[in-house]
């Protein structure tokens, strides 16, 4: 790349694997856009040398990177500063070096939330939502939710006592009500019946031919359904959702926002979200748009 020079800035993402990331695609586009002296990298760090890799970035002088599986949790305990949300959700996506500090946040729950209100849907504040899955999305996703005011939120994952353990973690950090029910119980039919938001966090989606983990009768067209899983771009459930009538949100715009967020942090400049989302597209769905 000829336009890095004596001056560039280095940001960047962890991960191992780190070669399926498509953020590289994402971020690069934003900065080149703003014509901006920064390059984004992918390292492949792998765990028992974390911690290196981190002394690594800051004697590298490295601006941030992000973080992605299997290093959100772990780096948790690696880090001088962390933020209110990192800490709730028990993860950080976004590290920032500073005067030899090394400081973590989560910009997944402001992505969540960002990715809804884009699309003109309000955050159902005083309403009910049901999370389907109960693993590391979930937690950003639930504790967004719960930031924002909602009465009700009811976690159902296949692993009950997962669900039972968010219930536990997170029932004290707003006034939600937070509750957990088995994935193929009735409680769960009862609370999509009267939910304002569905949102599925678990991976099922991903192939055309997975089976939906809820039973679309007890769907109403007034109820957001939002699905993380972002390839395909239309899953069975948001298809079926679609159907019914009801307003429904892609994964790309979460995966969109929190990187966007996370630019910001690093840059101080608002990126070009369309220019993100584009250059995304392209490297997930490898087509030209
Ligand atoms: P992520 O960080 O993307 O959330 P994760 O922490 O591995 O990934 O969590 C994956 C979630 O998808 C879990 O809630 C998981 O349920 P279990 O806790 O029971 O494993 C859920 N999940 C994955 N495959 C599933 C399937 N076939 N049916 C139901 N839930 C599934």
């Given amino acids: 790349m ?21 953020s590289p695609q994402m971020h690069n586009a934003a900065i080149v856009e703003r014509k901006l002296d920064y390059v984004y990298v992918p390292f492949h760090v792998r765990s028992g ?12 002088n490295v601006l941030g990177v992000n973080v992605t599986i299997p290093h959100k949790q772990t780096v948790m305990s690696i ?11 028990g993860a950080a996506n976004t590290l920032i070096f500073c005067d030899g ?22 955050i159902p504040v005083g309403g009910s939502a049901v999370v389907l899955g109960a693993g590391g999305a979930a937690r950003a996703v639930v504790v967004a939710l719960a930031l924002s005011g909602l009465d009700l939120i009811t976690i159902a994952n296949r692993t ?15 006034e939600t009500e937070i509750s957990a029910v088995d994935l193929a119980s009735n409680q769960l039919n009862l609370a999509i019946r009267s939910a304002d938001l569905l949102v599925n966090t678990t991976s099922v ?20 359904v939002y699905e993380i899983v972002y ?18 949100i892609g994964g790309i715009g979460m995966l969109v926002h929190q990187g966007a967020i996370a630019f910001e942090k690093w840059i101080g400049i608002v990126p070009n979200v369309e220019t993100m989302r584009i250059a995304l597209k392209q490297a997930l769905y490898q087509k030209k748009l």
């Avoid at 880090?79 to 959700?89: N, P, R």
């Avoid at 500090?101 to 809804?116: E, H, I, K, P, Y």
């Avoid at 939906?212 to 067209?221: A, E, V």
């Avoid at 390839?231 to 948001?238: A, G, M, Q």
């Fill in 101 to 122: 500090r090394v400081s973590g946040d989560n910009t997944d729950a402001q992505g969540f939330l960002r990715a809804m209100t884009e699309e003109g849907i309000d």
């Fill in 205 to 224: 989606g991903m192939q055309e031919t997975d089976q939906l983990l809820i039973d679309p009768d007890f769907l109403n067209p007034g109820t957001i």
């Fill in 79 to 89: 880090l001088d500063d962390v933020s209110h949300e990192a800490t709730l959700i």
């Fill in 160 to 174: 009950e006592w997962k669900a039972i353990q968010f219930e536990k973690d997170l029932a004290t950090i707003s």
């Fill in 2 to 22: 000829t336009r890095i020079n004596g001056q560039t800035r280095i940001v960047g993402v962890i991960g191992d694997p780190v070669q399926h990331s498509r």
């Fill in 231 to 248: 390839t395909p771009p239309e899953t069975p459930l948001l298809r079926v959702a679609r159907e019914k009538g009801c307003q429904t």
């Fill in 49 to 60: 040398e974390l911690q290196e890799a981190i002394e690594g970035f800051k004697a590298l």
